[in-house]
């Protein structure tokens, strides 16, 4: 297959690209803006390889976006573009207006043109895949206001976005779903839970925690650090996505979790312990635990039922977070100087997303 995978210089649209390139025999398109979270150094490792092309093109850019369909002619799409951070979509949420909505929009009109030229074959192996994010489902009970059995997030969830971005993404979706209904377009949906791993912008909490720690800094959490997330290594997820856009069933959505809810004090403890471990010193790095004012709108917990993809797609995470966690500090440790350079001058993980 040729595959046109958007925001494939982000986090898990490299890792995705990565997958393909070092586990099959398909060709990759990586059409990439490069915003301040995209780097092509994630996916320095593969460039070279005469399965893998770049375009630097913004998914609004429906004049290059035809360019591009024209001239590489792809089976499949695999949409991962996306302003995809809660605080930054506090502060400025024109952006995830622009990009998430209208530039999603845009790509499903020139799928759709581009789908309905194909000849019968083609057309009918065609598909768009749309990456989502579990925080469309908004907010789910918590141990401590519940008593027993706690639910889950399933592909039936309704809806309730909290933030600027995932009511942004929740759009999307939506626009996803009318473009299958409406004119048939052959379009498959994932919704996946907080993914970590190498390449990972250091504006999220994991990277960020690490960084911060080897640096001395501080270690901010929200609240009291019980909001819950369920981690989900992003290699597993990047495995799962493939397996989705080659064996999903059109129309249909897919919950990707990673079977791992933590507390956010427990995620940021457990990597405190590790850095003792790799990297000792003096004083535990726990001692760098700071609790600040909350995120406005914070849900307090997230949780996937990944029963669906596991049953259907035979699909179950590899990773458990312990081991998946251990390789990431790994990682940031043997490549301080890839996060150097990811960090722009107008980012030196400060707080984003207050409302003053």
Not at 32 to 42: E, V
Not at 67 to 85: G, I, T, W
Not at 255 to 283: R, S, W
Request: hydrophobic letters at 35%.
């Amino acid at each position: 297959m040729k595959i046109l995978v958007t925001g494939g210089a982000g986090f898990i649209g490299s890792a995705v690209i990565r997958n393909i390139i070092n586990n099959t025999n398909d060709e990759v398109i990586n059409l990439d803006k490069l915003t301040y979270a995209g780097n092509l150094d994630s996916v320095k490792d593969i460039e070279k390889n005469n399965r893998y092309t770049f375009e630097q093109v913004d998914i609004c850019d429906r004049t290059e976006l035809e360019r591009v369909f024209n001239q590489y002619k792809p089976d499949a799409v695999m949409h991962l573009a996306a302003e995809s951070h809660v605080d930054r979509s506090i502060t400025g949420p024109a952006e995830f207006i622009q990009t998430n909505i209208v530039g999603t929009y845009t790509l499903l009109e020139v799928s759709r043109n581009y789908w309905l030229r194909l000849e019968a074959g083609k057309k009918a192996e065609f598909r768009f895949h749309h990456i989502s994010t579990d925080e469309v489902y908004g907010d789910l009970p918590h141990p401590s206001d519940v008593e027993g059995t706690l639910p889950m997030f399933t592909e039936t969830t309704a809806y309730d976005p909290s933030s600027p971005y995932s009511a942004s993404k929740a759009s999307s979706d939506h626009l996803v779903r009318a473009w299958r209904r409406t004119y048939g377009l052959p379009t498959i949906i994932t919704n996946c839970s907080n993914n970590y791993g190498p390449y990972h912008f250091p504006e999220k909490l994991i990277p960020l925690v690490i960084l911060n720690a080897l640096d001395g800094k501080d270690l901010p959490i929200y609240g009291q650090g019980d909001q819950i997330r369920d981690w989900l290594y992003v290699e597993d997820h990047a495995r799962a996505l493939y397996k989705v856009v080659t064996e999903g069933a059109i129309g249909e959505t897919y919950n990707i979790g990673g079977h791992n809810e933590k507390q956010n004090i427990q995620v940021v403890q457990t990597i405190c312990e590790i850095l003792d471990e790799l990297v000792p010193k003096e004083n535990r790095y726990v001692e760098q635990i700071t609790f600040v004012e909350d995120r406005p709108g914070h849900d307090r917990r997230y949780a996937i039922d990944a029963r669906k993809i596991e049953k259907e797609l035979n699909w179950v995470p590899q990773e458990t977070f312990e081991s998946g966690l251990k390789k990431t500090v790994q990682w940031y440790l043997e490549n301080r100087i890839w996060c150097e350079n990811v960090q722009s001058g107008n980012y030196q993980r400060e707080r984003l997303g207050t409302l003053n």
